[in-house]
């Protein structure tokens, strides 16, 4: 999430300052939150018939690859190319990951004991701080963006997304 965030924060600031107009802007981020939300029909099946770790790893070399697309260009094809990656290799970390998140709380919760209303509410205690931990991290990821953008260009940007992909996937 936090690697989305960061990569995505910025576009339409890189793509105002390049020219783009606000309709070809908005193309993008339209195509970017159809690759978010489009492959959850089969994100889930993937995820039961692969696991957790395979569509991770898939998901992260989706974004690396997202980011060298966006990195080697500013053409509209890049950021369109670009940015409906991004999403797609969101979807696959994000489905992943929620999923093994709720199947492991209720592992780490059915084996300390307790009732079945202890073990309820100590799954939504750690899926609770799964999200707290994930959705501050993107905060964090999306605020820094701007100073990224403004310090490093849009290059340097996808150099950082490129490579925290990579060492992810490694």
Request: charged residues 5%; aromatic residues 10%.
């Amino acid at each position: 999430y936090a690697a989305m965030s960061f990569l995505l924060s910025p576009t339409p600031l890189a793509m105002r300052a390049l020219g783009y107009s606000l309709p070809r802007v908005s193309h993008v981020i339209m195509t970017h939150m159809v690759g978010m939300y489009a492959p959850s029909f089969f994100t889930g099946a993937a995820v039961a018939r692969f696991g957790f770790a395979s569509v991770s790893v898939a998901g992260v070399a989706v974004i690396a690859a997202s980011s060298g697309i966006m990195r080697s260009g500013t053409s509209f094809a890049h950021f369109v190319c670009g940015q409906g990656l991004l999403g797609v290799g969101w979807n696959l970390c994000f489905v992943a990951s929620t999923s093994e998140v709720a199947k492991t709380s209720l592992e780490v919760t059915a084996a300390a004991g307790g009732s079945a209303s202890q073990r309820a509410a100590g799954a939504r205690q750690v899926q609770s701080a799964s999200d707290a931990a994930t959705f501050a991290a993107a905060g964090i990821a999306s605020i820094s963006s701007g100073a990224a953008l403004a310090d490093f260009g849009w290059n340097g940007m996808q150099t950082v997304g490129w490579s925290a992909s990579a060492a992810a996937a490694a």
